[in-house]
């Protein structure tokens, strides 16, 4: 329940814009440096992804066992996963645990969004407003407000004629839904499209997938966890996470790739991919060998396997070469992990709507007319993804030195010094920011890698009387360049995704993750520490008496 505003002080130290695992862990390790931290969510919970994503289906996609916090032995031996990969009830569940567990939820105000922030150089605060109205003063501003965060909705003639049920995979109602007998059109076959298509189906008399571009697609092989297999992680968390801390992408469940697949004949690649095949889940083929982003070759022996099994499994020809991709090399995309994704084309209720073939001409209030006809529809599902990574943060007004605007500098290229502070926004971090491993890692180990840096410079900041720190803008360039610089090596900037604001229409197109791994990530980090905040500048804090 939000306290009264008047219960609360209206300046801070901190304030944190988020409550989701970046949000929960941020509060919980700011306040206990000692720091007063006032928190804000959207949300009338915590979870951030984990409460908004509540479509049928939804569950992650890196293994629970290392989808977790490690900051605290306490938490991770108190608590029990029971998938391998965790459905999203069981992950807002933990989440909110967490949060009760470090008393963070007390911090944390409740459908309360942050809609703009201003910089006062002359005082080195933020002032911060919400929704509701409040003026709140603090010395810095934690952006932990996600990556996959802003919902995309398509704009599409007609849209708001629609008389029948509407839903966006991650505003999905907390009621639940039930599409029993129903004549349902779904837009959108990413990693949220592919976990909600074969649940809707069970239900639906009628599923149309409406498909723009095929993907990539591979068994998860979801399963209870044995407790063999708890209690061993639970022996061995401090190491495996210290593992996963030094691992290129922050898990210790599958070991860094040694090896080329070229260094393979075609026989024996066959026999190891039929081996992770039937293993499951996408690291296990992304970690087995080095050269699948870097080579075409390599990269192509996957994509033809991938193809394949897509043959092998979809009955109709027609359809099975509509869902066969064939237009970025696998991996430029996020690869999905299903259950039962493709089998469920060979159901006689579902049908795919190839919008390369038949696209949409508009939407009436029966449904959905495309250049062959009306499809009478019940229900439309938009599975079609996020502005992402800088989205939920420029969609807050954010004013730095001299009046300079986020959304503005943000506008041709998307640039933070080491993926976390951004210049001429003085004391504001972005946890998971541009620049930094974020969505091309697990996330929650980069999470906790950026909080825990941000309490460092805080600590470092408060050791040697600042009351500023800005990143210097020529160190800014160089992060950046050196972030593309790494990623034009890689076949991940061969396709248009959400990684490179291709999928959000008039959005510049930068290719913004660091791929270079969390581990190479780590070292930059711990050098700019140790070289007394290299990159950043650094300000004596202003006496306010
Ligand atoms: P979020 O969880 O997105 O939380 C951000 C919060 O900030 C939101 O609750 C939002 O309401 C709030 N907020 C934003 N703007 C404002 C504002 N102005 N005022 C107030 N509140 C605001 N990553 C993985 O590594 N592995 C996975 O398996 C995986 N699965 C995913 C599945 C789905 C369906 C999606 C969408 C993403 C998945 N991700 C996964 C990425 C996932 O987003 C991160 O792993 C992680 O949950 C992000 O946590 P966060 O706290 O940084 O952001
Ligand atoms: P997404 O990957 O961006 O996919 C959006 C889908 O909607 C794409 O198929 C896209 O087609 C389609 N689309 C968008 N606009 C459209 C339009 N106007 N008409 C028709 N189709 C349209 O979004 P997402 O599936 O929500 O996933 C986003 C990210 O969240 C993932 O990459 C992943 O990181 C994370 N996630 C993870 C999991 C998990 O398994 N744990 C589950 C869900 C999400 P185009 O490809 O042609 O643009």
């Not at 289906?57 to 989808?67: N, P, T």
């Not at 105000?109 to 605060?125: P, R």
Request: some cysteine; hydrophobic content about 35%; aromatic content about 10%.
């Amino acid at each position: 329940m939000n306290m009264p505003n008047d219960t609360r002080s209206r300046s801070v130290d901190v304030v944190v814009i988020g409550a989701g695992f970046a949000g929960v862990y941020a509060v919980h390790r700011l306040s206990s440096r000692g720091l007063s931290v006032r928190g804000f969510e959207a949300g009338s919970d915590v979870g951030g992804t984990w409460y908004w994503n509540r479509y049928p289906g939804a569950r992650c996609d890196v293994e629970s066992l290392d989808y977790s916090f490690g900051f605290s032995d306490k938490i991770q031996q108190n608590w029990d996963w029971g998938h391998r990969y965790s459905f999203q009830p069981s992950i807002h569940q933990y989440i909110s645990y967490v949060a009760d567990e470090t008393g963070a939820r007390s911090l944390i105000e409740f459908e309360t969004s942050v809609v703009s922030q201003s910089y006062d150089a002359q005082t080195q605060h933020w002032t911060v407003k919400t929704d509701k109205g409040e003026l709140i003063t603090c010395r810095y501003c934690v952006m932990a407000t996600g990556n996959l965060t802003a919902p995309l909705y398509p704009d599409m003639t007609g849209l708001d004629t629609y008389a029948g049920e509407k839903y966006h995979s991650s505003r999905w109602p907390k009621e639940p839904t039930d599409f029993t007998g129903k004549r349902v059109a779904i837009f959108g076959t990413g990693a949220s499209g592919v976990q909600i298509i074969p649940e809707v189906a069970k239900e639906a008399s009628k599923l149309y997938v409406f498909q723009r571009t095929a993907n990539f697609s591979l068994p998860a092989r979801n399963r209870p966890l044995t407790s063999a297999e708890i209690e061993t992680v639970r022996k061995h968390y401090p190491e495996l996470r210290d593992k996963a801390r030094q691992h290129v992408f922050g898990i210790h469940s599958t070991p860094e790739p040694t090896r080329s697949v070229l260094e393979l004949s075609e026989e024996e690649t066959i026999e190891q991919f039929e081996k992770f095949w039937e293993i499951g889940g996408s690291l296990t083929f992304q970690m087995a060998f080095t050269d699948f982003m870097r080579d075409e070759r390599a990269n192509k022996r996957l994509a033809d396997f991938v193809r394949s099994k897509i043959r092998q499994t979809v009955n109709d020809r027609k359809t099975a070469e509509a869902l066969c991709p064939n237009d970025h090399p696998i991996g430029a995309k996020r690869i999905c992990i299903d259950t039962g994704y493709f089998e469920t084309y060979n159901l006689p209720q579902v049908e795919l709507i190839n919008l390369r073939e038949r696209p949409v001409v508009r939407i009436t209030p029966k449904g959905i007319e495309t250049k062959e006809g009306l499809l009478e529809v019940d229900v439309i599902i938009f599975a079609t993804g996020f502005d992402a990574i800088t989205g939920a943060v420029t969609r807050i007004d954010i004013t730095g030195r001299n009046g300079l605007k986020l959304a503005q500098k943000w506008s041709e290229r998307p640039a933070a010094y080491m993926g976390i502070a951004v210049a001429n926004f003085p004391n504001m971090f972005v946890i998971t920011g541009p620049g930094s491993p974020s969505v091309k890692s697990n996330m929650v180990t980069s999470i906790e890698q950026h909080v825990e840096l941000i309490d460092d410079i805080i600590g470092y900041m408060q050791k040697h009387g600042l009351g500023a720190v800005d990143a210097d803008e020529e160190a800014e360039n160089d992060w950046v360049d050196y972030v593309n610089e790494v990623a034009n090596k890689t076949l991940f900037v061969k396709s248009d995704s959400w990684y490179n604001g291709a999928n959000v229409p008039g959005k510049a197109r930068n290719f913004v993750p660091f791929v270079g791994g969390v581990n190479t990530y780590r070292l930059a980090l711990e050098a700019m520490m140790q070289n007394n905040l290299k990159g950043f500048i650094k300000e004596p804090l202003i006496n306010q008496s």
